[in-house]
């Protein structure tokens, strides 16, 4: 068991309070970033919301305890309300999976790719595109977005926000991403 002397350990105190003091702060951060920005709102999701709130009550309990001199107690508070968050949080991977990672572009590819004929799928503009041969079995062409109109008969996996004039028909959106055939 941790024992923390209050007169031995100043540096160690201060550092609490920062950190209580920090923690205090992540739900109405959290709420005035999802709130304000627009792309942000995929993780307006009820088990963030949860795990935030739950991380900032238990940050106000450990520095209620703190001020009370029970620095170990402030430390276990901290510790649950963190391990109770991240158990809220873990809620909240299913819903978020298309915004963080490339599970969900590559099947939508995949599929696409079959519908037409096995054509080659090719990314463009996406950061690490080669990480993708986890889910294709090979890393797709990586290609500029300016040079898709010079292509035909591939499917493209590229960001949403470049997507307007890249012509692309049978378009399916997946988190920040859109797939579509370029005939």
Partial sequence: MMMIET??????????YIST????????????AVLTQRSLQPFNIPALWMAVTVISLGALAALLLL????????VRTLAASIILS???AGWAVPRLNPYIGY?????????????????????AGIKHAAN?????????????????????????????????????SDKQDVGPMVIGYRE
Avoid: N, W
């Fill in 67 to 74: 001020m009370r001199k029970a620095p170990e107690r402030a």
């Fill in 21 to 32: 003091v920090l923690l205090l702060f992540a739900a109405p951060a959290f709420d005035i």
């Fill in 86 to 88: 991240a158990f809220f």
């Fill in 132 to 168: 993708t041969d986890a889910f294709l079995g090979y890393s797709p062409a990586e290609v500029a977005a300016d040079s898709i109109a010079r292509l035909h008969g591939v499917v493209v996996m590229m960001p949403a926000k470049d997507a307007a004039g890249a012509m692309l």
């Fill in 7 to 16: 007169g031995e350990s100043r540096g160690l105190r201060i550092a609490l």
């Fill in 103 to 123: 599970c969900d572009m590559c099947r939508s590819a995949m599929s696409m790719s079959k519908a037409h004929g096995k054509a080659q799928i090719v990314a």
